[in-house]
């Protein structure tokens, strides 16, 4: 059993942007299952849903370089981990969990200051476990505080990426403000291009780094997938993991979900042509069953592929094939997709925000779920969709890769439009045929990437270091 201690920007269901959040939220609970003590420490921001927290500590000084707060910690305890919410409405109070601030280097500067806090009053961390550039800090903070505190003799670091492409890089300017030592500023520390990278200083000084599946674990130590730090990654090879993420299956699944209105399940399906005829109406769309409905639930971010699909909307039509979408983010993709609205009304249809329940319904209601992303980590709506019998289209890259098969959705290689066109149109042409369409549904609502799984390599990795 090791006391292990995760520090996050985000976790599910109290704070959420994308799918590391859904991992914080199902993880920690399934190492608690397998016997690990896990604690997860992440800021209380003023828009965070936190019912029932109970104030666990009230004044833990934050020392950032020149800067002081104070912060009060909540506590939640959901599946018998401990959520630590750190309590600084100077620097968490923003109306939004991200939003490019002059201060984020403090923002999560303090944060990483705040778990080595706990780590000394409250919880005895074997193990400290950051998720991506927000944690990525910790060891940098940890190794220079050796010298004065004995404390953390012997704690472990892990770093998870969730996503290389995001690295919390700022100007060395920064270096005096977070109370890092000049001596870290170098290119086998945390310095990057003359940035400090808040992702690198992870890299550099954890015991494991881990990713979120086994291709990408490949895939970041390439020049192509490796954002300038696929070098440092080679040379740290034999410390990279990649552990395939889970699904929250209470969370995700047509059984039970409470924002599907007809549950069903891969013996009957009649409450999935339900789901997709509502969803039509919704969102505005010609009611007809038998035409094709796609979806897509994203992050509007240049990652995701989705100039692809602007590229190809022409075709969308002329196949006689309907796209909803639902997502926000970069202004020129929301623009992209309302434009494609405006043009052909009886095609597409966009929301533009962030709708839990709207994902889980579209989830339920579409026939195939688009993701022709530029790179994945992991990736975890197609494994949503697969549960849903919605079959995935995807790039073949990252995690898509590793969970999509030819038997349970489409894949492409190349990053084209003609690739992705072609992709859709042999799932166009294979839904023609409902019975095999049907069988092919179902070995996707079979598949089982449960956390369990995910959580034991964890456990392996841990008790390795
Ligand atoms: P990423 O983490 O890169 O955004 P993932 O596929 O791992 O991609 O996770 C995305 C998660 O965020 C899924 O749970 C998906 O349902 C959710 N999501 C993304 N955009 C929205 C949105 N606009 N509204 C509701 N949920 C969303
Ligand atoms: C990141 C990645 C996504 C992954 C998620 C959870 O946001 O973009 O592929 O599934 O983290 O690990």
């Known amino acids: ?26 993880l920690p609970p399934a190492l608690a299952r397998l016997g690990e003590e896990v604690a997860v420490v992440m800021p209380r921001y003023d828009i965070a849903h936190i019912p029932g927290a109970e104030r666990v500590w009230n004044a833990l000084p934050l020392v950032v370089g ?14 018998g981990a401990r959520y630590w919410f750190v309590d600084c409405p100077p620097l968490y109070a923003r109306g939004q969990v991200y939003g490019n601030f002059a201060d984020d280097h403090l923002r999560f500067g303090a944060l990483n200051i705040a778990a080595i806090g706990i780590a000394r009053h409250m919880f005895r961390a074997d193990i ?34 969730h996503n290389l492409g995001y690295q919390g890089n700022f100007p060395a300017s920064v270096i005096s403000d977070l109370g890092l030592s000049p001596a870290s500023f170098h290119p086998e520390g945390l310095e990057f291009w003359g940035d400090v990278s808040f992702l690198k200083a992870g890299i550099v000084w954890s015991d494991a780094i881990t990713t979120v599946s086994p291709t990408y674990a490949r895939e970041i130590q390439t020049p192509e997938h490796g954002f300038g730090l696929d070098g440092l990654l080679r040379a740290r090879a034999s410390r990279v993991h990649g552990i395939l993420n889970g699904a929250d299956y ?3 699944k047509p059984e039970t979900d409470a924002f599907v209105a007809r549950r069903y399940s891969a013996k009957n399906l009649t409450g999935k042509r339900a789901a997709k005829m509502t969803l039509l109406t919704n969102f505005g769309l010609p009611a007809n069953p038998d035409r094709p409905l796609l979806a897509v639930i994203s992050r509007f971010a240049h990652q995701k592929g989705l100039d692809l699909i602007a590229a190809i909307a022409k075709d969308l039509v002329e196949e006689d094939a309907a796209l909803v979408i639902l997502g926000e983010g970069e202004a020129r993709f929301e623009e992209m997709f309302q434009e494609m609205a405006r043009d052909f009304p009886d095609t597409f249809a966009v929301h533009v925000g962030y709708n839990n ?8 209601g579409a026939d195939m779920f688009l993701m022709p992303s530029r790179y994945e980590p992991c990736g975890l709506s197609q494994i949503y ?32 439009p003609t ?3 072609d992709a859709i149109r042999q799932a166009l042409t294979a839904w023609k045929d409902k019975k095999a369409w049907r069988e092919r549904m179902r070995r996707g609502m079979a598949k089982d990437f449960s956390w369990t799984a995910a959580a034991v390599e964890y456990q392996k990795l841990y008790r390795s270091l």
């Open 66 to 79: 020149p800067h002081r707060y104070t912060a009060a910690i909540d506590q939640v305890v959901m599946g």
């Open 128 to 161: 400290f476990h950051g998720h991506d550039w927000p944690a990525g800090l910790l060891p940098a903070y940890l190794r220079e505080n050796l010298h004065g505190d004995p404390s953390f003799f012997g704690t472990k670091c892990v770093t998870t990426i």
């Open 419 to 421: 690739a992705l066109l």
């Open 1 to 26: 059993m090791s006391r292990v201690l995760m520090v996050t920007a985000e976790a599910a269901p109290f704070a959420k942007t994308g799918g590391l959040a859904d991992v914080l939220g199902a």
């Open 385 to 416: 969709s697969l549960r849903y019998g919605t079959v995935p289209i995807v790039r073949a890259t990252g995690g898509l890769e590793d969970t999509v098969d030819e038997t349970t959705g489409f894949k492409f290689s190349e990053y084209t």
């Open 357 to 364: 329940a709207m994902a889980h319904q579209i989830e339920a």
């Open 250 to 252: 209470d969370e995700w």
